[in-house]
């Protein structure tokens, strides 16, 4: 073997080391990130939850239980409403009215109070919530003030409820046309 051979698998092998190194780091920094998640997540909302004695589920992955997300028409920060038929919408000022708003999908929508819920809020780096309705009902408001919008589904259900940062509860029993699903801008 020559010294040219010994040499490149020598630069071959500090290469390697160096791309191991580099993910070794990039999941120390995720889990880093994930705990900080974690630690404000608990200091504002999961804090409250846990004190109140409310039963719930954090879901970390993004990948599981999405409920019918997939089927509504997602825009930036909000579903495209226009293209789901049928829904209904009706704005609200004070934290008072959304939750009056929020409570008044909840019975349109006949969901038992005993029904699993998921809270999502569609923002890097915090959980969705699984609740139920009837807790998700008594916590509206501290719910809403997590982030500034929100959605609300079941598993198996085809039916949404968002409340928007700028105001306003909007649901639907179902999500509209196959042709216009999708969430193309949410992560994945």
């Given amino acids: ?90 704005p609200g000022g004070s934290d008072a009215e959304l939750k009056e708003l929020f409570d008044a999908a909840l019975a349109a929508l006949a969901i038992a109070p005993a029904t699993e819920v998921i809270v999502d809020w569609c923002i890097v780096g915090r959980p969705r919530v699984a609740l139920s309705a009837a807790d998700a009902s008594t916590h509206a408001v501290a719910l809403m003030r997590h982030a500034s919008d929100m959605w609300l589904y079941a598993d198996d259900a085809p039916w949404l409820i968002e409340v928007y940062h700028e105001g306003s509860v909007t649901y639907a029993a179902q999500p509209g046309r196959e042709e216009d699903a999708g969430d193309g801008w949410r992560r994945r």
């Fill in 1 to 90: 073997m020559s010294s040219d051979d010994t040499s490149a698998q020598r630069h071959a092998a500090l290469l390697a080391k160096r791309e191991q190194l580099y993910a070794q780091q990039a999941e120390r920094m995720a889990q880093q990130r994930h705990a900080e998640n974690v630690a404000h997540f608990e200091r504002y909302l999961g804090a409250a939850l846990a004190q109140a004695g409310v039963r719930h589920e954090l879901l970390w992955s993004t990948e599981t239980r999405r409920g019918p997300l997939t089927r509504y028409p997602i825009g930036f920060a909000s579903v495209r409403w226009d293209r789901v038929p049928h829904a209904v919408s009706t």
